[in-house]
């Protein structure tokens, strides 16, 4: 065989995108801090945001465009503003299409990725919480747990299907005693 023929087949990489996301909760435990940034061959881009914790009302949420393909796009760094005071939750651009059409698409790609991510932190940072609060706790107390804070996950995913195996035990398991009283926070916001 050919040599030349077998490196013509090959297959060339045309784009590469780099995204990383860092969340981190503030010393004042009521607040995170979300930094998405991304690079490809004609843009570098970033995002950061404040959130209040528990409630994920977006405080502050600041773009930089350090790269883009064309000065025009430097116009769009604050479509975003619109968002702010606005809880994020499943949907929180729906009907703003202020945001998307004096936008950018990176953007608003990099706004989704925070919220997406923001949402694992709580996650991790509700639990370590409850770990404190509840020693010894199960994974299905802690979700039954979540759930009465994020109903709205029920459902998102295979997992957490109400007819799933996870969710079944979920509902069947009793929490710690003492944790009714979250309960009651989760009622009131």
């Not at 030349?4 to 981190?24: A, F, G, H, P």
């Not at 991510?117 to 370590?128: D, F, M, R, T, Y």
Request: hydrophobic share 35%; aromatic share 6%; with cysteine.
């Amino acid at each position: 065989m050919n040599k030349n023929k077998n490196t013509q087949n090959k297959e060339r990489r045309l784009y590469n995108r780099k995204k990383n996301t860092d969340v981190y909760l503030l010393p004042s435990g009521r607040q995170f801090r979300t930094v998405v940034e991304m690079q490809d061959g004609l843009h570098h881009m970033r995002l950061d945001m404040i959130v209040n914790q528990p409630s994920l009302r977006i405080k502050e949420i600041n773009c930089e465009m350090p790269g883009v393909p064309d000065a025009i796009c430097r116009k769009a760094q604050d479509c975003l503003a619109p968002l702010v005071g606005k809880r994020v939750v499943p949907g929180i651009m729906h009907g703003m299409d202020q945001v998307t059409r004096g936008g950018c698409t990176h953007l608003i790609n990099l706004f989704h990725e925070a919220c997406y991510n923001l949402i694992q932190a709580q996650g991790v940072a509700g639990k370590e919480d409850l770990q404190a609060l509840f020693p010894g706790i199960a994974e299905e107390q802690l979700y039954k747990i979540f759930f009465w804070f994020r109903p709205d996950m029920k459902n998102s995913c295979i997992r957490y299907n109400e007819d799933s195996p996870f969710l079944q035990r979920i509902q069947q398991i009793q929490v710690p005693e003492g944790a009714e009283k979250l309960r009651a926070i989760a009622k009131a916001k």
